[in-house]
């Protein structure tokens, strides 16, 4: 089945402001924005203490509690959560920490022991809340649940409510992303976010309301499993904050084009057969260019969707997979796959709630590597024993090479070279959580002619009834250009 295709194009000079909607206008083409209207929003507190007292038993004069769920409420509010360190039985510190919705300002919550205290101490305590109704986050068209572009903003940003699997307690995904330049894009994911933005037409990371929402907007939820880093530390609340000139990305700001000099495009290439999986592409069409990677840039696959491998009752779906060339085609032509087990932390271990991070707990890297057998002439020349081969029978190599006897080859009707379909995921999962659909393909190939310089979206025909768009890729370009190319099925 064909894929869809759209390309969200932006004019030279554009700004920074203009690349967080372009990403906006991409997701809501695809669909991906949850449609919601969230208001009553928890943004401080009004006034907290301690409501039973300890049974002479706590020994422990400090301990943090950094993902507390209310028990009870008096009023209608679901999904808050607080940071709350106390000194003995008493609460000393406490932030908002997931906002929840559909509060009301004054409501009262009340945490019994267990759900903020070890059961044995017999602690428990209570919150008055304070909510900012002036704004609502979410919207009915398909829009950022988030985003600050003004112009005044330094890192404007757009958050995504990515709800993947409904009825499931984390079924939906939250994903950041900022601007740092215009030539960069920074993201992150998680199972919550605060979106409070105390300062909407400036550049500053302030603290919420009554100083106790800490360093809003940000991805939110509980220490080690959904972020890395406490909100309580000193910068913890601002490295998940996309406004912050301290955000740490997944993987690092991602190269999206050369400068703003130039048109950038972002193209998505939807699949027919899973509408769910697409590929997300930033190119510059007005860049000169002798091959691919000269003018396509950072290329990607939002991770959307279920698998039995995992359950999202208890785990969030947060990943991202890259798809990019290698850059040295004289030595290794190849491309490379890698995936990212980590949504708001450096490491897998920070976020371990995250489905896809037990494939990585050594934080090694996720990457596999295709290598093109045809780039380098004959197939005895491939000597990289630890890289993914892409299956190739030529019966110009495959002979007995005997010399005092007559020479017999395999028969030419044994000669393979076919669109490499169903390709996992990432070749290193294993189980593979999810196979791509079959209008997604490599191509290890040939071309007779030098110097050819292939650019995304040129078609490969393999016969009337079947024809491929380039997206990316890695070839040679010396004698003939050969190597190999990711494709998607255009009829």
């Not at 939250?174 to 960069?184: E, H, I, L, S």
């Not at 976010?193 to 940000?218: E, L, Q």
């Not at 890698?338 to 990457?367: F, H, L």
Request: aromatic share 14%.
């Amino acid at each position: 089945m064909a894929i869809s295709t759209n390309t969200f194009s932006l004019s030279a000079s554009y700004t920074k402001q203009d690349m967080i909607n372009q990403l906006e206008d991409a997701f809501t083409w695809l669909g991906w924005h949850d449609k919601c209207d969230h208001t009553g929003l928890v943004t401080g507190l009004v006034d907290y203490g301690i409501y039973q007292d300890t049974d002479g038993g706590e020994t422990t004069y400090t301990r943090t509690f950094y993902d507390a769920e209310q028990y009870t409420s008096s009023g209608i509010g679901t999904g808050a959560s607080f940071t709350m360190s106390r000194y003995f039985g008493n609460p000393n510190t406490v932030y908002v920490n997931r906002p929840g919705y559909g509060y009301t300002n004054g409501e009262y919550l009340e945490f019994l022991p267990g759900e903020a205290s070890e059961t044995a101490s017999g602690l428990g305590w209570g919150c008055t809340v304070f909510v900012d109704n002036s704004v609502s986050y979410g919207t009915t068209h398909n829009g950022f649940y988030a985003k600050n572009v003004n112009a005044n903003n330094s890192y404007p940003y757009g958050i995504l409510r990515h709800k993947i699997q409904d009825n499931k307690k984390y079924g939906v995904t939250y994903r950041a992303f900022q601007a740092p330049n215009t030539v960069q894009i920074e993201h992150q994911s998680g199972p919550f976010v605060h979106p409070k933005d105390p300062d909407p037409t400036g550049s500053g990371t302030y603290n919420g309301a009554n100083s106790t929402a800490h360093y809003t907007p940000r991805i939110a939820g509980e220490y080690r499993l959904d972020v890395g880093w406490p909100i309580t530390d000193s910068y913890g609340s601002r490295y998940t904050n996309p406004k912050s000139d301290q955000f740490q990305g997944t993987d690092g700001a991602k190269t999206v084009a050369s400068s703003n000099a130039y048109q950038l495009d972002l193209n998505v290439f939807r699949s027919g057969i899973d509408t769910n999986f697409c590929v997300m592409s930033y190119r510059q069409p007005t860049l000169s260019s002798t091959k691919l990677r000269d003018n396509t840039f950072y290329t990607f696959i939002p991770h959307n969707f279920t698998t039995p491998v995992w359950d999202l009752d208890y785990v969030f779906l947060g990943g991202m997979t890259e798809l990019r060339p290698l850059t040295n085609e004289s030595q290794t032509v190849g491309f490379s796959v890698e995936t990212y087990c980590t949504g708001a932390a450096s490491e897998p271990e920070y976020n371990i709630r995250m489905a896809e991070a037990p494939y990585d707990r050594a934080d090694d890297g996720v990457v596999a590597e295709y290598r093109s057998n045809l780039a380098y002439g004959s197939p005895n020349q491939q000597t990289y024993q630890d890289h993914l081969r892409i299956y190739n029978r030529d019966s110009t190599y495959d002979t007995n090479n005997n010399t005092f006897q007559i020479n017999n080859a395999v028969s030419a009707n044994a000669d393979y070279n076919a669109v490499i379909k169903g390709i996992p995921l990432n070749a290193m999962f294993v189980p593979s959580p999810y196979n791509m659909p079959e209008d997604f393909a490599f191509i290890d190939f040939i071309y007779d002619a030098p110097s050819v310089n292939i650019q995304q979206g040129d078609t490969i025909t393999i016969d009337e009834t079947e024809i491929y768009v380039v997206i990316h890729g890695c070839y040679t370009q010396t004698t003939k250009t050969r190597g190999i190319l990711f494709v998607a099925r255009k009829v």
